[in-house]
């Protein structure tokens, strides 16, 4: 159903980490929530969106789900003349059965590629966000070259020394969203 058209064929900007599904999270509360959003996008300068509602391993979001929210925002915005594509997504809570499921299909990555988005809990330990990241990574890789992408990395008070004043950032395999 996506894997014809990808995000690389678009010029311009591409958002991939966008909360416009209704009804999934904190973000677009309904279908015309979302494509005012998209519209707002649009004019901004984007003209694709990744959608990526807020995933957890213990259920609730499934990946048709979201593939299925995004094909109905698609045909909305279609038939509003609105030109902006949207793809599926996942913004996936990081934890130890996420790489499993990732390796099943059971949770998605940014429309169907080999990046998963994942998002850590704030209270975080630095150790634990690595060892996730590692064992995150062979599973839906498969030898091939990818990464992973980190939502909201900033907000983690993530250092690389144990003293009390450190200040500078510790870096990790993941891109900063």
């Not at 940014?110 to 995150?136: D, G, I, K, V």
Request: some cysteine.
């Amino acid at each position: 159903m996506f894997k014809n058209e990808t995000a690389a064929t678009h010029s311009g900007m591409i958002d991939i980490h966008a909360h416009i599904l209704p009804g999934f999270d904190d973000g677009a509360k309904s279908l015309s929530d979302a494509m005012i959003m998209a519209e707002m996008a649009e004019e901004s300068g984007v003209n694709a969106i990744v959608a990526t509602p807020h995933v957890h391993s213990s259920g609730g979001v499934r990946l048709e789900m979201v593939e299925a929210g995004v094909e109905t925002l698609r045909q909305k915005l279609l038939a509003a003349g609105t030109e902006i594509a949207v793809f599926p997504g996942m913004e996936i809570m990081a934890d130890d059965a996420a790489p499993s499921l990732l390796a099943k299909g059971k949770l998605g990555t940014l429309n169907a590629s080999r990046y998963p988005l994942l998002e850590f809990a704030f209270s975080e330990q630095p150790e634990r966000m690595t060892r996730l990241l590692m064992r995150t990574e062979p599973f839906w890789t498969n030898g091939r070259k990818g990464g992973t992408l980190c939502a909201d990395a900033a907000e983690h008070a993530v250092h690389t020394c144990d003293c009390k004043r450190c200040t500078r950032p510790r870096r990790t395999d993941g891109i900063a969203l």
